[in-house]
């Protein structure tokens, strides 16, 4: 008779070192390397566009507090670290001091990494919609794009897909115009034939 695996603990989690992206999904401890330079450029392009409108209410609505790479336990045995998270404030009033938080996310952003493609497109989009996260967005660095998905009825939806010419009002942040150009690295200058 073989023994049950052993699940990953919280705990074991924070041990990870500070450089290494950490989480647990499904029991099982899950690192990757910090991101490329693209990926924490559209990280920061997101966090830019949103927080002054929906976290810091200029040109915006306000009511929101949105994050990057926090923890969020949907179970003990799934613990994920978003890039970009938002809640709505009336939902989680008083965040300070928290780890992890224990709130569903009303919002979650991935921004995929050639390592972690599966696990943000399958492993996590499936883990978020089985926990009731409403709107779920994919950025892909290198090719320009951010899909946008909102949930329906347990299902995933595709609200929409733009690359980087777009400026579009993304749900659950339709109340402004998103730059899409903002979100991504400048495309590299062509190479020059000599």
Do not use: N
């Amino acid at each position: 008779m073989t023994a049950a695996p052993k699940l990953a603990t919280y705990a074991e989690l924070l041990a990870t070192p500070e450089d290494v992206k950490a989480e647990i999904l499904g029991g099982e401890l899950v690192t990757q390397p910090s991101g490329l330079f693209e990926h924490s450029y559209a990280q920061s392009g997101i966090v830019d566009g949103l927080r002054g409108p929906f976290d810091r209410g200029r040109g915006g609505p306000g009511g929101w507090w949105i994050v990057v790479e926090i923890d969020v336990r949907f179970t003990d045995h799934d613990v994920v670290r978003p890039d970009v998270v938002g809640w709505r404030r009336e939902r989680l009033p008083s965040p300070w001091g928290q780890r992890p938080i224990d709130v569903v996310p009303d919002w979650i952003c991935e921004v995929l990494s050639p390592h972690g493609v599966r696990r943000d497109r399958v492993v996590k989009r499936e883990l978020y919609a089985r926990h009731g996260v409403p709107f779920y967005w994919l950025i892909d660095p290198v090719a320009g794009v951010l899909e946008a998905f909102a949930l329906e009825r347990g299902r995933w939806v595709l609200t929409g897909t733009y690359d980087r010419s777009a400026v579009a009002r993304v749900p659950p942040f339709e109340a402004i115009e998103l730059v899409l150009a903002d979100l991504f690295m400048p495309e590299p200058p062509e190479a020059s034939e000599d």
